[in-house]
């Protein structure tokens, strides 16, 4: 199990070196698991050393959102009396996501951006 786990932090540190390095804009442990992949294409028996490893971390997950969820209360505190800002930007981040994603959609499906109707 040890080793296994070295096996992952030493593809994320790669992926941070590559990233840091290269100066790409990715972050280091997504670059990391591209390697890892990788990796286990070429070297297919690492899947067994590796599997253990990742079952054991997917059955304690959970665990991994705790920091997250004491950061969020932490900083809602630095957020009370923004409520009106924090609220209309959610929303409005939210509506322009949908509209970039809806004429993104539109385009690839090489639909005109016009109305049909008229």
Same mark, same amino acid.
């Not at 941070?16 to 990788?38: D, H, K, N, T, Y």
């Given at each position: !199990?040890?080793?296994?786990?070295?096996?992952?932090?030493?593809?994320?540190?790669?992926?941070? =070196?590559?990233?840091?390095?290269?100066?790409? @804009?990715? @972050?280091?442990?997504?670059?990391? !698991?591209?390697?890892? /992949? &990788?990796?286990? *294409?070429?070297? @297919?028996?690492?899947? /067994?050393? /590796?599997?253990?490893?990742?079952?054991?971390?997917?059955?304690?997950? +959970?665990?991994?959102?705790?920091? &997250?969820?004491?950061? *969020?209360?932490?900083? &809602?505190? +630095?957020? #009370?009396?923004?409520?009106?800002? *924090?609220?209309? #930007?959610? /929303?409005? +981040?939210?509506?322009?996501?949908?509209?970039?994603?809806?004429?993104?959609?539109?385009? !690839?499906? =090489?639909?005109?951006?016009?109305?049909?109707?008229?």
């Amino acid at each position: !199990m040890l080793a296994a786990f070295a096996v992952l932090l030493l593809f994320q540190c790669l992926g941070e =070196g590559i990233v840091f390095v290269l100066r790409l @804009p990715l @972050p280091g442990p997504v670059a990391g !698991m591209l390697l890892l /992949v &990788a990796a286990l *294409i070429v070297f @297919p028996k690492l899947q /067994v050393l /590796v599997e253990q490893a990742a079952n054991a971390l997917l059955a304690h997950l +959970s665990l991994l959102f705790v920091p &997250a969820g004491v950061g *969020i209360v932490v900083a &809602a505190a +630095s957020g #009370s009396g923004h409520w009106l800002a *924090i609220v209309a #930007s959610v /929303v409005v +981040s939210t509506l322009l996501a949908l509209a970039v994603t809806g004429l993104l959609l539109r385009g !690839m499906k =090489g639909e005109p951006a016009k109305d049909r109707d008229a």
